[in-house]
């Protein structure tokens, strides 16, 4: 799958690669020739004289694809869909496109709830600002302003555009403004956006690569940056619901994977409600092709994740829609025998613990003698500075009362 390409992948630079890799691999290089002989499948007729079409068809199974025409298709794809949202510099840009990079999910290190607050303090200074585009009204979920901007144009439902090149629909469910819109007032914003013929499988390719960042992962948010720099939509259920309801796909591969982190199975529900066991090939599947994982590659990953991290509930759930959760043995997750003992990054229970809010937790490590005073080694932090980063406010609270001055 293109998810082992590098980030914001590009035929010219690929082109580039190969011919590199075909220029050391005649030359008599040990590492391109030991490359052609892992990922080419018939070495022996490559070496040593490797054509460019041997180096090009290496690279391509390298990055998960057949043969070199496929990558180029994805690529080809990618140019137009892919988007860097660490790329977009806000600082040189209009009001209006600044409040929707901050108000977003962008899934890079600057996603947080201060960035998020000046997005609101922007809309407080121009309240008016929703009128500039309809991507800013969308990510206000500003009923009045879309409803104008569609019926001065309704295509513009449609039309990708603002600082992310995204669609409206897309700001509206990336949206983490924290500003008092009720849930009748976000749906309904949404539904104008439906109505006038919003792709509820609308999307893009996060810094080139597959999966696709759609609405519906938008919606039900998270990730590796955990829940609260990262969270999901304040009413991910019900808004989830309603673009299952009005075509969007089930399958969403970056939705499931952004949620497997953390044991709460809403997310899987809703999906399951609507087909996800049993649906067809998703239209960002037919589009992709070869570049997107397999099913089976989908739910192997969830099954494994969930058997690690012994999440019980979850492999029953899997198991009673049809997925197969065979050969698997399900971890314990026991109480460490040492609370201050080290992970391959020196972190200690203690830091995972306050990472993850688990308050219960970090009550128990403390009193088995875990000491809140650590340092990581990759990152030379303490635990409170794990929670802090993770905006784990209530781990902060409790960690600050136990760490010294």
Known sequence: MASALPDNPSSPRLRSDARDLQRRARAGDADAEAFIRRHHPRPDVALPHVALHDAQLALARRYGFPGWPDLVHYLEAAGALGVDPSGVDDSSLDAADRFCVMAVLMYTADDAPPRWAQAADILAAAPAMPAEHVWAAAAAADCDAVR????????????????????????????????????????????????????????????????????????????????????????????????????????????????????????????????????????????????????????????????????????????????????????????????????????????????????????RLLAAGADPSAIDDRFGTTPLQWAEHAYQSEAVALLSQRSPE
């Open 148 to 363: 104008r901007h569609l019926r001065a144009d309704a295509a513009a439902a449609r039309e990708a555009g603002g600082p992310l090149r995204w669609t409206p629909l897309m700001y509206l469910c990336y949206s983490r403004l924290p500003v008092d819109r009720t849930r009748e007032e976000i749906l309904a914003a949404a539904t104008l956006l439906l109505d006038a013929g919003a792709d509820p499988n609308t999307g893009y390719l996060w810094r080139g690569m597959a999966p696709p960042f759609t609405a519906l992962t938008g919606v039900f948010g998270e990730g590796e940056q955990g829940p609260r720099r990262q969270p999901r939509h304040r009413y991910a259920t019900e808004l989830a619901r309603l673009l299952l309801e009005r075509g969007a796909h089930p399958a969403d591969q970056q939705a499931l994977y952004n949620r497997m982190f953390r044991p709460d199975d809403s997310h899987l529900e809703v999906l399951f409600d609507h087909g996800l066991a049993t649906s067809g090939p998703s239209p960002w599947e037919r589009r992709l092709g070869v570049a997107m994982e397999s099913r089976e590659q989908m739910w192997r990953r969830q099954v494994h994740w969930a058997a690690d991290h012994g999440f019980t509930d979850r492999l029953a759930l899997l198991e009673r829609h049809g997925i197969d959760v065979s050969g698997v043995e399900i971890a314990d997750q026991p109480f460490p025998d040492d609370p201050n003992g080290r992970d391959e990054s020196g972190a200690t229970p203690l830091h995972h613990a306050a990472w993850e809010g688990d308050l219960a937790l970090i009550e």
